[in-house]
C-alpha cells in the first residue's frame, strides 16, 4: 500500500494553477492514485469565452482525464472551481468560498504563475511575487492546513552556474519591489526593469526568485516546502507517455522545426539540456506534499527537480532525435523539410537566419502575391525568429544543480512509493522520451492522425524536388549571368562543354558502327 497515497485520502487540497500544463497533471495523478481524497479545490478565472464550470467540465473530458473516469468515477462531485483572479489583491474570491477555503483546506500546492518571459515587470511582480504572498496569509488563517508546497523554478538563480537548494536572496527586497509597483507608472517601471533583473534574462527568472524570498520570509509556522522544476517537458510514463498541451519550453520548437519553420538554431549542442518531464515533476510534489505534512522538517526544504546531475544528456543528442523521430512520423503540411543546424557562433546563426529563415519566408510571400493570396511568412518567422532568440539563452548554457534533498526523499520512500511516484529520473531512457515527446506533440497538440503519416512523407518527398529544383534553377541563373560578366568563367565554361561533347562523340561512334 502506498503511503503516500492513503495520506491524500480524506484531505481536502487547494492548488492554484490547476488549469495549466503541471495543474492539470498534477489533478489527475492526485485523482487516480487517492480517488477517496474529499475534495479538490481549484482557483480558476473565466477564460476565452469560457466559465470556469465550462473549463473545468473541459478538462475532466479530455484525454489526460480518461484513466481518472475509470477509477473515481464521481470525479466532478470531488473538484470544486472557485473563481479567482490572481490579479486582484484579494483574489476577488467570495466571502462564502474563502470562508470554506480557510476553514477546510489541508494542503495547498501553488503552481499558477506567469511563465512568460516577455511579462511586464508590474505583472510579473503581481502573480509570482504579490500573489504568493497573499496565498501565504491565506495560508496562515487555515487551521487545517499541513502542508504549503511552492512551486518555483531551477531557473530562479540562473545568474548562477552552480545551484545549491537554498534561498539566494536578491538585492532588493520583495517587500520594496511590490510597494514600488504601486505608485511607479509604466514607464519608470520599464526604465528600472533592466537594473532590477541584473544578469537575469528575463522578468519571469527574476519574479520567481523574488517569490521564493517572500515564501521564506512569510512562512511564519507554516509547513513549507519549494520545488524547483528545470524545463519541464511531455509525460513520460503517466497516465500516458507524450502527453503535452502548451507550446511552452521545448513544445513549441519541436513544432516549428519539423512543420520546416526552424532549421537553424544558436545552441550549444554540447550544452546539458536539463529537462524534466512533467509526471516526474507531479509524483516530486505529491511526495514533497507528504513528506512535508508527515515529517514536518524545521526548516523550509527546497528541492531540485532537475535531471543533469543524474542522467545527463545534452542538447545535441536531442536534437538528432528530434530529426530521427520527424523521419518516421514526420509533421503534416511542412513548410520546408526539416533540418537542425547548431551553431554557437552569433554570426554563422545570423546567417542562417538570412539563408535559412527569411529568405525562403520572403520567397513564399512573394509566391502568395503572384496568386493573389496574403502575405504572412515573413510576419509569422519573424515572431518565431523572437521565441528562439529568447530561449537561446538557456540552449547555451550548462548549470549544476545539486540534489541531497530530493535524493534524500528517493531513501525515505518505501519501495511501493517509489514505484508510484516515481521521481528517479536515472531511469529515463532519453532518446526513448524525445520520441515520444515528438509523436505526443503531433498527437495532443497538433492533433496530427498517424493515418496521415504516408501523405506527409509524399509531401516531403515533393519539398525535396521542389528544393532540388529550385537549387538547379538558381545555380543556371547565377552561372548564366557570370558568364555573361567573366572571360574566365566563359573559357571553364566552353572546356566543359566540349570535354562533354568529347565524351558523348567516343560512345556514339561505336553504336553508329553497329547500326
Ligand atoms: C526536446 C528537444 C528539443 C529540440 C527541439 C528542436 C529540434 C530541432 C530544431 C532545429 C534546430 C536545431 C535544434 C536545436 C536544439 C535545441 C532545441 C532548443 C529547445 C528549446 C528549449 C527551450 C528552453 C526553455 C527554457 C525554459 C527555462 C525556464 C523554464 C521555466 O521555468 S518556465 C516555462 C517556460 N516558459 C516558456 O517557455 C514561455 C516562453 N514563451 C513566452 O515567453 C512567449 O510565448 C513569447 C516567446 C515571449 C512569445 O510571446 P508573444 O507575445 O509573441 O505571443 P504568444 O505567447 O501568443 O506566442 C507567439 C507565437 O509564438 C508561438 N510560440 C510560443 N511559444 C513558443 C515556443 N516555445 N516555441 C515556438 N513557438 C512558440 C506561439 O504559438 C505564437 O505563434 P503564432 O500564433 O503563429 O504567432
Ligand atoms: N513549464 C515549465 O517549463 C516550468 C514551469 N515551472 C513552474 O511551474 C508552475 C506551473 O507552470 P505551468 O503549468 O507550466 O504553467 P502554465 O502557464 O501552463 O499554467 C499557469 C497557471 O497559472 C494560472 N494563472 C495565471 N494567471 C492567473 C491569474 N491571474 N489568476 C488565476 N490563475 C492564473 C493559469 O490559469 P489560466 O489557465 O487561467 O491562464 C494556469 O493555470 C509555475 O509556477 C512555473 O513557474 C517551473 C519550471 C519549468
Known sequence: MSMIAAF?????????????????????????????????????????????????????????FQKVKEVCPNVHEKIRAIYADLNHNDFAISKEDMQELLSCTN?????????????????????????????????????????????????SNCNLKHIDEVIYPCPVEPKKIIDSMEWLDDAIIDEITPKLIGDRPNTYTYTKALGEMVVQQESGNLNIAIIRPSIVGATWQEPFPGWVDNLN???????????????????TPMAVADLIPVDTVVN?????????????????????????????????????????????APFEKAFRRPNAD?????????????????????????????????????????????????????????????????????????????????FDVRQLNWLEYIENYVLGVKKYLLKEDMAGIPEAKQHLKRLRNIHYLFNTALFLIAWRLLIARSQMARNVWFFIVSFCYKFLSYFRAPSTLKV
Request: include cysteine; charge should be positive.
Open 249 to 267: 519550453g521545448p513544445s513549441g520548437l519541436i513544432i516549428a522545426a519539423g512543420k520546416g519553420f526552424l532549421r537553424s538554431i544558436r545552441a
Open 8 to 64: 491524500y485520502s480524506g484531505k481536502s487540497i487547494l492548488i492554484t494553477g490547476a488549469t495549466g500544463f503541471m495543474g492539470k497533471v498534477l489533478m489527475e495523478k492526485l485523482f487516480r492514485t487517492s480517488p477517496d481524497l474529499k475534495v479538490i479545490y481549484i482557483l480558476v478565472r473565466p477564460k476565452a469565452g469560457q466559465t470556469t464550470q465550462q473549463r473545468v467540465f473541459q478538462i475532466l473530458n479530455s484525454q489526460l
Open 107 to 155: 494542503i495547498i500546492f501553488h503552481c499558477a504563475a506567469t511563465v512568460r518571459f516577455d511579462d511586464h515587470l508590474r505583472h510579473a511582480v503581481q502573480l509570482n511575487v504579490t500573489a504568493t504572498q497573499q496565498l501565504l496569509l491565506m495560508a496562515s488563517q487555515m487551521p487545517k492546513l499541513e502542508a504549503f508546497i511552492h512551486i518555483s523554478t531551477a531557473f
Open 342 to 422: 547548431f551553431t554557437s557562433n552569433l554570426i554563422t546563426s545570423q546567417y542562417w537566419n538570412a539563408v535559412s529563415h527569411r529568405a525562403p519566408a520572403i520567397i513564399y510571400d512573394f509566391y502568395l502575391r503572384l496568386t493573389g493570396r496574403k502575405p504572412r511568412m515573413t510576419k509569422v518567422m519573424n515572431r518565431l525568429l523572437r521565441t528562439v532568440s529568447m530561449l537561446e539563452y538557456f540552449v547555451n548554457r550548462s548549470w549544476e544543480w545539486s540534489t541531497y534533498n530530493t535524493e534524500m526523499l528517493m531513501s525515505e520512500l518505501s519501495p511501493e512509493d517509489q514505484r508510484v511516484f516515481n
Open 284 to 328: 516530486l510534489t505529491l511526495a514533497v506534499g507528504w513528506y512535508t505534512a508527515v515529517h514536518r522538517p524545521k526548516s523550509t526544504l527546497i528541492y531540485h527537480c532537475t535531471s543533469g546531475n543524474l542522467n545527463p544528456c545534452n542538447w545535441g543528442k536531442m536534437g538528432f532525435q528530434v530529426l530521427a523521430t520527424f523521419e518516421k
